[in-house]
């Protein structure tokens, strides 16, 4: 307890004294406890007690030096006597950082585990936001990187799509990659928006259709007055030239179907449509006629 009180040490560390340290110790403690004690007791007691405690302190120095004497005799054959002392100390030192590096580790994997979590929510969200506005097509297709442990259910309850589009989405990363294009299996592939545009734009084009010099030639669409265009060539002229610009693009049938209503075609037929000409029989009837001519 003197060691205690003194030096503000630990019970578990007085038993790693070095004998010199231990002897002197010793020695202080003998001194010291016959004068607290003479501090709290009678003044004739504190008399007593201080002729007992020189007699006594006489007596221990004696033996307090021969102690000494052996003890730096013992230390001199025997220099690593404080080893286990140096030992002892490391390994708590060894110990502590340990438990410190251990306390740093957790705290820094905790960090990291809500910086990932943080991110996949994040992630999640944007995910969600991308889908509702993209179109159906665009909507299968970011539901085909859902992770391949997910089902048809839990992927249509993360994105709240439609069953058929968590259906498609399964069959798309079955069948292709990820993030790919979902193609149209009904037959026939059905234009883009672009290429019907195009082929609108091309008709109103200046040199292949131009405006009706009649200012009142104008029909009705949407109960909207639009002022009538005449082509400047035949349908089959003009498909030639927007099949020179888009090779492939579109069929004549197609061109010819998509071609708007206000556009009128002014040319003359290709083929002669009078009535001799409509009947094949005629046409044969008057060839013959004119050989013989």
């Not at 004068?35 to 006594?56: F, I, Q, R, T, Y």
């Not at 909507?139 to 391949?148: F, N, Y």
């Not at 294009?181 to 008709?203: A, E, H, M």
Request: charged fraction near 30%; proline fraction near 4%.
């Amino acid at each position: 307890m003197f060691l205690i009180s003194r030096y503000d040490a630990a019970d578990d560390r007085i038993r790693w004294l070095c004998p010199r340290c231990h002897a002197f110790e010793w020695k202080e403690t003998m001194t010291r406890q016959p004068m607290e004690l003479s501090d709290n007791g009678n003044p004739s007691e504190d008399e007593a007690m201080a002729e007992d405690s020189s007699v006594h302190d006489n007596e221990n120095d004696d033996d307090v030096n021969v102690e000494f004497n052996d003890l730096n005799e013992e230390e001199e054959q025997n220099p690593l006597m404080d080893s286990g002392i140096i030992v002892e100390s490391k390994d708590d030192d060894n110990n502590l950082s340990c438990m410190d590096d251990q306390t740093a580790d957790h705290e820094s994997m905790d960090e990291e585990t809500d910086h990932v979590s943080y991110k996949l929510e994040y992630q999640k969200d944007k995910s969600k936001k991308l889908f509702a506005e993209s179109d159906a097509d665009e909507q299968v297709r970011l539901m085909a990187i859902a992770p391949k442990e997910w089902g048809r259910q839990k992927n249509r309850k993360m994105f709240q799509s439609k069953p058929n589009q968590a259906r498609r989405s399964l069959v798309l990363r079955k069948n292709k990659e990820m993030l790919a294009y979902p193609q149209c299996l009904r037959g026939n592939i059905p234009l883009s928006d672009v290429t019907i545009d195009s082929v609108v734009k091309f008709y109103y084009e200046d040199g292949i259709s131009q405006s009706s010099s009649n200012s009142k030639d104008a029909i009705k669409i949407n109960r909207q007055p639009v002022a009538v265009r005449l082509l400047e060539m035949t349908a089959l002229d003009a498909y030639r030239i927007f099949n020179e610009r888009f090779p492939g693009a579109v069929a004549k049938s197609t061109f010819t179907t998509l071609r708007p209503r206000e556009v009128k075609i002014a040319t003359p037929h290709d083929t002669c449509m009078c009535i001799t000409h409509e009947n094949m029989d005629l046409l044969l009837k008057v060839c013959v006629d004119c050989i013989w001519i």
